[in-house]
C-alpha cells in the first residue's frame, strides 16, 4: 500500500486495539510488522510501556514515510524499552526476522498477510519469534477485496491490468493454519467496509495502492469507458488472535505427534 491509505492503515490498528481490550498480557518485547506511519506504535508504547518494540518496515516506503518513521522510533527510544529495527531475510519457502527464537510475547501484523504469496511461511516465523505464552494478533485483506473490479469483463480488466492478491486465504483458511501452525485458541473475526468515490479515478489510486492495478492508471490517457467502471471498493477485513501454548511440549509432522524426552515424568509408587 502507499501513503495514500495511511488512514486505512490507523483505522484497522485502532479495530484491532479494540478487539485486544479484554486481553490479558504484559509483553517484555513486541515485534511490529510492518511498521507504516501512524499512531499505533504510540498507542502499543502507552498500553505497554515496559516492552521494547521490535519493527520490521517495508524496504519500498516514500521518502516521507520514512522520515515519519524515523521520528517515531526516535521517540519510543526515550522510553524504557526502547526498539529496533529488524531486518526479514526472504528465500524460495521460508522468511526469516533477523530475531532469536523466543524473544517477544506480542506479534502485531496489520494488513499484510495477504500480500504473501505464501501466507503459512509467516505464521511459521511468528510462531518461531513468540515465546510460551505469546499472542499472534494480526489482520489483512480477504478474497472479496476488490470485487467491484473482479466483476468486469475480461477485456476491461486486462486494459486495467487488474491482479487478484497474492493470497486468496478466507477466515476460515486462517484458522485452519493457525491450528496446522500449533497455534491454540484462534479467534477469526470478519467485516466489509465499503469504500465510496466521488469519480472512478480517485477508486483507481486507491485500486493500485491495494495492489489490485498493475500499474497506475491516469483515465485522460486511457480509451476504456469510464462509465463502467465502479465507484466503490469492498475491501473484506480479516483479523485473527492466537496464542503459543505448550510450545515445547510436542510437535506434530506427518500426522504424528513427538514428545520431548524432558517433558516425559515418571510417577513413583509411595513406599
Not at 61 to 76: D, N, P, S
Not at 200 to 215: C, S, V
Not at 220 to 235: H, R, V
Amino acid at each position: 500500500m502507499t501513503h495514500s491509505l495511511r488512514w486505512l492503515y490507523t483505522e484497522i490498528a485502532l479495530r484491532m486495539f479494540q478487539k485486544m481490550e479484554i486481553v490479558k498480557i504484559k509483553p517484555c518485547a513486541i515485534l511490529i510488522a510492518p511498521d507504516y506511519p501512524g499512531d499505533h506504535s504510540r498507542w502499543l508504547a502507552k498500553r505497554f510501556p515496559e516492552a521494547r518494540i521490535f519493527f520490521y518496515s517495508r524496504p519500498n516506503l516514500l521518502a516521507i514515510e520514512r522520515i515519519q518513521l524515523r521520528l517515531t522510533r526516535w521517540f519510543l527510544s526515550w522510553r524504557s524499552g526502547g526498539s529496533k529495527k529488524l531486518s526479514l531475510n526472504q528465500e524460495a519457502n521460508t522468511v526469516t526476522f533477523a530475531a532469536a527464537p523466543n524473544s517477544c510475547e506480542l506479534v502485531w501484523s496489520n494488513l499484510w498477510l495477504h500480500e504473501r504469496n505464501n501466507p503459512k511461511t509467516m505464521l511459521t516465523e511468528f510462531w518461531r519469534l513468540l515465546r510460551e505464552g505469546g499472542l499472534l494478533s494480526l489482520s489483512y485483506l480477504g478474497p472479496d477485496t476488490g470485487k467491484e473490479l473482479r466483476a468486469l469483463d475480461g477485456e476491461m480488466k486486462t486494459q486495467l491490468g487488474f491482479k487478484s492478491l497474492p493470497s486468496a486465504w478466507d477466515m476460515h483458511d486462517l484458522g485452519d493454519a493457525l491450528i496446522e501452525q500449533r497455534f491454540a485458541d484462534p479467534v477469526m473475526d470478519m467485516e466489509y467496509l465499503d469504500l465510496q468515490y466521488e469519480s472512478a479515478q480517485l477508486m483507481l489510486h486507491d485500486a493500485y495502492a491495494l495492489g489490485l492495478l498493475a500499474h497506475p492508471i491516469n483515465l485522460q490517457n486511457w480509451q476504456g469507458n469510464e462509465a463502467l467502471l465502479p465507484k466503490k471498493i469492498t475491501l473484506e477485513i480479516i483479523y485473527g488472535h492466537a496464542w503459543v501454548v505448550n510450545k515445547h511440549l510436542s510437535k506434530s509432522q506427518n500426522h504424528q505427534t513427538f514428545i520431548s524426552p524432558d517433558q516425559i515424568q515418571t510417577k513413583r509408587a509411595k513406599d
